[in-house]
């Protein structure tokens, strides 16, 4: 059974820090491209970033830049967002997600997200 689990979201003041994880188990992490896509109140699912299989390529939502570092360790099965000098606007459901191969492949299957709060 396929199975990812998020963790590491929280309360968090404007310009402070976050490093989230999801585990996975049930399927070969090695093999599959991996995304965190985010979900703020009232809006629509917004892509945040993506990493290939090996790690060897990395793509970033415009909002995400120089701000968020996605990163694997394919030993330890987990996927991770380090988020630095968050803001209000990045107050969102996290959830990282598993394509069906490679970066440019769809998604197939999500965690059930971690909160973050952006908040003074």
């Known amino acids: 059974e396929v199975q990812l689990v998020e963790s590491g979201g929280g309360l968090v003041q404007p310009g402070g820090s976050l490093r989230l994880s999801c585990a996975a188990s049930?399927?070969?992490?090695?093999?599959?491209?991996m995304n965190w896509v985010r979900q703020g109140p009232g809006k629509g699912l917004e892509w945040v970033s993506v990493?290939?299989?090996?790690?060897?390529?990395?793509e970033y939502a415009d909002s995400a830049k120089g701000r968020f570092t996605i990163s694997r360790d394919n030993a330890k099965n987990t996927l991770y967002l380090q988020m630095n000098s968050l803001k209000p606007e990045d107050t969102a459901v996290y959830y990282c997600?598993?394509?069906?191969?490679?970066?440019?492949?769809?998604?197939?299957?999500w965690g059930q997200g971690t909160q973050v709060t952006v908040s003074s």
């Open positions: 997600a598993k394509t069906t191969g490679g970066i440019d492949w769809p998604l197939d299957f």
């Open positions: 990493v290939e299989r090996g790690g060897e390529i990395i």
């Open positions: 049930g399927f070969t992490f090695s093999s599959y491209a």
